[in-house]
């Protein structure tokens, strides 16, 4: 038998009728109650008109008790108690000082849950205290492990906390309230304040969180807060970085800011602070040089009083790449196939086109000065062209050349030809009826820069051209687009009407071939390039490419492979990084502090085949000493790819080197830019955030408050614990008393007597 004693009670109803029943009852009372009054409306007599009311209202609420018969319900209850969660944050942050010279932020939070602890404790009967760190993932603490242990090298991310504490309910336990510890140096979704979705991610918490502030806000401190650039850059084109840079303290103070080249000083400038907590743009303006990937760093001078000083500097990666390509386009005549190309080279934004006409030679001699003046052409600028300003060139191309008197013409700088292709320039040569015939003898240096040679008359019968196994893998044939694949793309370009008769050389790399003419037992090449020294040659062994300008459309749209063949050809004849047989890209390009630096090596052969267990060799090499800090090594996978990481290095500016080889084969030599930062996003501001902090405790109906405080506060605002009934209940009537009886009978007694008396019955 369970002998508890009851410990609460409520009034009930224990009238056995239903409810409408009770309605329609009361209603009739009510009824009744009104009808007495109306009667009794003019009576003269104030005194004897409301006391004829009052005895009949009594009466009707007499009634009313006798028909609800209530009772008292005795019950034994009981009070869960609810969850009472105190979060401190153990982010990088917290281990700032509260003021110059003063203890840690950090330390005052375990200062304050030391001091809290007698109030936390009187709130043990009605919740279950938790105190948890986060950095920003929940971990249980006290105060002597807040007071003994440093901050951890984490993110402050408050929403992502109290998400993680609201969804951690013990069984029946509710979350009755939320004690926020922190600086609010937030860097995530609060970052920009509580509005938008977390300022309704906030509110969707139903839970008070009371905020307590850590810190102050007089720290003297500089820091490079935001970097603005783009990702790339044009070689030999102005760019701009727009900096802003964050003073506290340095009112009326110049400070000079310098953007930095990999150790080498680009620009510099000087910001005045106005006030003591001034945010100045800075804006540097330079002209990139050299393409390639490069580390460029932002720095102010740290001084001796300032609260942090690794957030003094900021490094970012740019990558500085061409901004048109300078083309040289020398034609032997005019035709339709020249016609096109020079089109598309003139429409192309990223070349820079210059074409000459050769149909003036040494040859053609005018006779009489009436005759040179009614010529329309000038001769052709031989010595300028390929003497003065040939290596301001970036690629240079022959068409439709190659006839006995034109290439007499310029026999005589073939050799200049021949060293800028050598020395990394870049040569193309196509077909034509003379190309690779006649004219070939007279310039037999320049045409060992080629990687085919003649082998007989051109050949005027039409064909499809034939893509070739390499091809399908090389950049400058790659047609992929959608679901066709380059094969495809291809096999559906019309015929052409004619190609010159070429063999391929040792070490060249046939793209397309013809499909019935042979040399030696070989298709004949109609596409095909090779490296000459550090410069790329191409040749093209037809003048009839235009051909496939004329596509026919599928689907709405016209095929571009003609158009996307002479892009492709521009990129890996000018190296794009992007096309080179050894790619070496940092995973990521800026690093945060204490992060491992990746890099991805991307391997193919010459061929552009992957180069399945390639060696590859990287080395992480310091900008600013010019040596190697760490040296990483590894095998490619099937698809010529393998990902190596160094241990976190120091801060700074790094380049990774890369070599990889297939046997005793060199697949070549590749290189990028990494930027380890000094300081991540939670250590680069030293301010704390009252604002937020007030925010938060705002839209979650909870009370802002600040470190320090000798206790906790008895207004913090708290959800009380539900109440549960156990089980046991006992109900005791209250209307079956003689004596409610006797009061509604001289009531309505006390009333028919007045009325008599007054003349109403």
């Known amino acids: 038998m369970d002998n508890t004693p009851f410990n609460a009670w409520k009034l009930v109803s224990l009238s056995p009728l239903p409810v409408w029943a009770l309605v329609l009852l009361g209603v009739g009372v009510a009824l009744g109650v009104g009808l007495a009054a109306w009667g009794v409306r003019r009576e003269p007599s104030r005194l004897r008109r409301w006391s004829l009311w009052l005895l009949r209202a009594g009466a009707g609420l007499a009634a009313l008790f006798f028909l609800l018969e209530p009772g008292i319900r005795n019950l034994q209850v009981a009070r869960m108690k609810n969850r009472l969660a105190v979060l401190v944050d153990r982010s990088a942050s917290m281990n700032f000082p509260v003021e110059p010279g003063g203890v840690t932020r950090s330390a005052q939070a375990a200062a304050f849950l030391e001091n809290a602890a007698p109030g936390l404790a009187s709130l043990q009967d009605r919740y279950t205290v938790e105190v948890y760190g986060f950095d920003p993932e929940l971990s249980p603490t006290t105060a002597e492990a807040l007071a003994k242990e440093p901050a951890r090298a984490g993110t402050s991310d408050l929403l992502s906390a109290l998400r993680s504490v609201g969804a951690g309910a013990q069984g029946a336990k509710k979350l009755g309230g939320v004690l926020l510890v922190s600086d609010g140096a937030d860097n995530v979704e609060l970052a920009g304040g509580a509005v938008g979705r977390a300022r309704a991610a906030l509110a969707d918490l139903n839970v008070p969180v009371s905020t307590f502030l850590v810190g102050k806000e007089a720290l003297k401190d500089l820091a490079v807060e935001r970097v603005k650039v783009d990702d790339f850059a044009f070689v030999r084109n102005s760019i701009t970085v727009e900096v802003e840079v964050h003073g506290r303290g340095f009112s009326g103070q110049d400070v000079p800011v310098v953007l930095k080249q990999e150790g080498k000083v680009v620009a510099s400038k000087s910001v005045r602070f106005d006030s003591s907590d001034d945010v100045k743009p800075v804006g540097f303006t330079f002209t990139p040089d050299q393409t390639g990937r490069f580390v460029y760093t932002v720095s102010m001078p740290v001084f001796p009083d300032e609260a942090v000083g690794d957030n003094n500097t900021r490094s970012f990666v740019l990558k500085v790449i061409r901004d048109r390509v300078r083309v040289l386009l020398v034609v032997g005549r005019p035709s339709w196939d020249e016609r096109y190309l020079r089109g598309l080279l003139r429409q192309d934004a990223n070349v820079d086109l210059v074409s000459f006409y050769i149909l003036r030679t040494m040859s053609d001699d005018p006779g009489v000065v009436s005759q040179e003046r009614e010529l329309s052409l000038i001769p052709f600028p031989m010595e300028e062209i390929f003497d003065t300003k040939l290596d301001t060139f970036d690629v240079v191309i022959f068409q439709n050349f190659g006839h006995t008197d034109q290439s007499l013409s310029i026999a005589q700088?073939?050799?200049?030809?021949?060293?800028?292709?050598h020395n990394g320039g870049a040569f193309v040569m196509i077909g034509g009826d003379s190309v690779l015939g006649e004219g070939r003898a007279n310039m037999p240096t320049l045409y060992?820069?080629?990687?085919?040679?003649?082998?007989?008359p051109a050949n005027p019968e039409s064909f499809k051209a034939r893509l070739t196994?390499?091809?399908q893998r090389h950049p400058v044939t790659a047609m992929v687009s959608g679901g066709a694949s380059t094969e495809t793309a291809w096999a559906d370009l019309p015929a052409i009407p004619g190609a010159n008769l070429t063999r391929a050389k040792p070490g060249a790399t046939v793209l397309m071939d013809h499909p019935f003419m042979t040399v030696d037992g070989k298709n004949a090449p109609l596409v095909a390039v090779w490296d000459y020294g550090r410069g790329r040659a191409l040749v093209m062994a037809t003048d009839a490419s235009w051909y496939w300008a004329f596509t026919a459309h599928k689907q709405g749209s016209p095929s571009r492979t003609y158009e996307r063949f002479w892009s492709n050809a521009l990129r890996w004849l000018v190296r794009d990084p992007d096309l080179t047989t050894l790619n070496v890209t940092a995973d990521p390009p800026s690093v945060e502090p204490g992060k491992a630096v990746g890099v991805v090596v991307s391997s193919r052969t010459?061929?552009?085949?992957?180069?399945?267990?390639?060696?590859?060799?990287v080395e992480l090499v310091s900008v600013d000493t010019q040596k190697p800090v760490a040296v990483q090594t590894g095998l490619t996978g099937p698809d010529g790819v393998v990902r190596l990481e160094f241990a976190p290095p120091a801060p700074g500016p790094y380049k990774l080197v890369a070599t990889a080889k297939k046997g005793e084969t060199d697949l070549g030599k590749g290189e990028d830019a990494v930027a380890v930062r000094a300081v991540g996003p939670e250590l680069?501001?030293?301010?704390?955030?009252?604002?937020?902090?007030?925010?938060?405790?705002k839209f979650t109906g909870g009370k802002a408050f600040r470190l320090p405080m000798s206790g906790l506060p008895d207004d913090v605002p708290l959800l009380d614990p539900?109440?549960?009934?156990?089980?046991?209940?006992?109900?005791?009537?209250?209307?079956d008393r003689w004596y409610y009886l006797v009061?509604?009978?001289?009531?309505?007694?006390?009333?028919?007597f007045l009325r008599r008396r007054f003349g109403y019955v």
């Open 413 to 421: 700088y073939e050799r200049n030809l021949e060293r800028y292709v």
């Open 448 to 456: 060992e820069a080629l990687p085919v040679e003649g082998a007989g």
């Open 469 to 471: 196994p390499e091809g």
């Open 606 to 617: 010459s061929d552009y085949q992957p180069a399945q267990d390639a060696q590859v060799r």
């Open 684 to 697: 680069s501001d030293a301010s704390v955030r009252p604002e937020l902090m007030e925010q938060i405790a």
């Open 722 to 735: 539900p109440v549960v009934e156990v089980g046991r209940a006992k109900d005791k009537p209250l209307w």
């Open 743 to 752: 009061a509604l009978v001289g009531l309505l007694g006390t009333e028919w």
